[in-house]
């Protein structure tokens, strides 16, 4: 696994409160929100503030969550496309 | 600043604001909130000790969160999606003055989140995050 990969797995772990989780049991491909984790708007509300809080990174508005939030995969490309050097 | 009753669509003997005492469009509101003796809840909250229930506190705070974006919201009202992190330190008694502090901490899809403060005379009664959603 990755650095940031797992770096992404781990705030959403502590931003989502996953108790129990760890980062191995996080799939890479699996959607966050629905099926997959499950997570709903609150959560997707914590994540935007984690990744502006840990990496720096704005999601903007709902057209780039989607892209974001497609997987952990997805989440990784995004915040290493957009983080500042 | 006039015109709650125009900017929040809550009434007695729900409407738990009373003056909005300073406001940052989307920022920040300071708002007061008198507590009065003839206050329904405070006769069984309790017989012998009323004092403003720690619920109503955080209603207070999601009430004066009204006022970050009056401009958009044209009254409509704003709803509770959660509570986190919320502290009681210390009761609010009939007579206290309480300042109702509400700070923008995040947005994203049409939720918000606010960081909350209620103090009396510089003593912190209470701190939460809320988080509305505006319908």
């Known amino acids: 696994m990755s ?4 770096r992404v797995k781990e705030m959403i772990i502590e931003r989502l409160k996953l108790e ?3 980062p191995d049991q996080v799939d890479d491909a699996a959607p ?3 099926e997959g984790l499950g997570l709903d708007s609150i959560d997707a509300l914590e994540l935007v503030l984690g990744i502006e809080q840990v990496f720096n990174v704005k999601i903007e508005d709902e057209a780039a969550g989607m892209k974001a939030f497609k997987s952990v ?8 496309e957009h983080a500042k050097a | 600043m006039t015109g709650i ?4 669509p809550h009434r007695y003997p729900f409407l738990l604001v009373d003056r909005i005492l300073e406001r940052e469009p989307g920022v ?6 008198l507590v009065t003796s003839s206050e329904s809840y405070l006769q069984g909250h309790f017989p012998d000790r009323p004092l403003v ?6 209603e207070m705070l999601a009430q004066a969160g009204g006022f970050l974006e009056a ?18 330190r210390a009761p609010a008694f009939p007579g206290d003055r309480l300042r109702l502090e509400v700070r923008a901490a995040g947005a994203f899809a049409g939720l918000l989140k606010l960081a909350g403060t209620v103090t009396c005379e510089d003593r912190e009664l209470c701190t939460a995050s809320l988080l509305v959603k505006r319908l």
């Open chain 2, 71 to 88: 401009e958009s919201l044209h009254g409509a009202a704003i709803f509770l999606a959660g509570v986190q992190d919320a502290r009681f």
């Open chain 2, 5 to 8: 009753p125009a900017q929040l």
């Open chain 2, 28 to 33: 920040r509101v300071v708002a007061e909130k």
């Open chain 1, 3 to 6: 650095d940031l990969k797992l």
């Open chain 2, 53 to 58: 229930p720690g619920v109503l506190l955080l």
């Open chain 1, 73 to 80: 995969q997805a989440l990784t490309d995004f915040i290493a």
């Open chain 1, 20 to 22: 129990g989780m760890t």
């Open chain 1, 32 to 34: 966050l929100f629905g």
